[in-house]
Structures are given as structure tokens and as C-alpha cells.
């Protein structure tokens, strides 16, 4: 993970622990890591930045959307936390830094992706 995702993931991880979810787990240093899932259509691995629980039964996938040389992955992988999120009365939040929204909005709507978007 580089410098700057660690930054924006800092910012996320503030932004979920201020919104009353529980049960965080997350790639950053400190937090137990969520269960990776891999993609049936592209076999892509995917690990969630964030999980939390919200009342204790709803499941979301929490993402810092930053920009990317792989859009098509970034779309796999979005499209499979979406999934799981709605197969668990959950969201797939993407959390946007500054900069980032036009690429984060633009393959959100190209995409149909059900998703909820948040400036960071």
C-alpha cells in the first residue's frame, strides 16, 4: 500500500469509527483484516479496505476510491463488493479524496455500479 492510500485510509477509517459501526476491520496497520473474496468473471482477489457492521446485521464495504491504471479491475472490483453488500443489507461507501471524484463518479455511472459516493 502506498504513502498516499495510507493517508486516505486514515481518513476512512475516521470517517467510519464517527458513524456508529461496529466490528471495523480494515488493511491498515492495527485493525484485523476483512476475508478476501475473489471475482467469479476475472478470478481478480479482492480484500475490502474496510468492513463494519451497522446495527449489528448490515454489512458494508467501505473503499477509498482513488484513481487507477486499471479501471476494469477497479470496476470488479466495486461491482463484487457491491454484490455482497446488498446480499447483506449493507453499502459499498466510496470514500473520494479530492481529485478523484471525476474517475470515481464516471465508472460509477458508465457502470450502473450501486454504490455511495463521500467526499473525504
Not at 446495527?55 to 454484490?83: M, N
Amino acid at each position: 500500500m502506498n504513502d498516499e492510500k495510507k493517508v486516505y485510509l486514515r481518513k476512512a477509517l475516521d470517517w467510519v469509527e464517527k458513524r456508529d459501526f461496529q466490528e471495523v476491520r480494515s488493511v491498515f496497520e492495527g485493525y484485523d483484516p476483512p476475508m478476501s473474496f475473489t471475482s467469479s468473471t476475472s478470478q481478480l482477489e479482492v480484500q475490502p479496505d474496510i468492513t463494519a457492521l451497522k446495527g449489528g446485521t448490515s454489512k458494508s464495504y467501505i473503499e477509498v476510491a482513488l484513481k487507477s491504471d486499471t479501471p476494469e479491475d477497479t470496476v470488479t472490483r466495486w461491482k463484487l463488493l457491491s454484490t455482497l453488500a446488498s446480499m447483506k443489507n449493507g453499502q459499498l461507501f466510496l470514500l473520494i479524496p479530492r481529485g478523484h471524484k471525476a474517475f470515481a463518479a464516471g465508472l460509477v455511472e458508465t457502470h450502473s455500479l450501486n454504490a455511495k459516493m463521500i467526499s473525504i
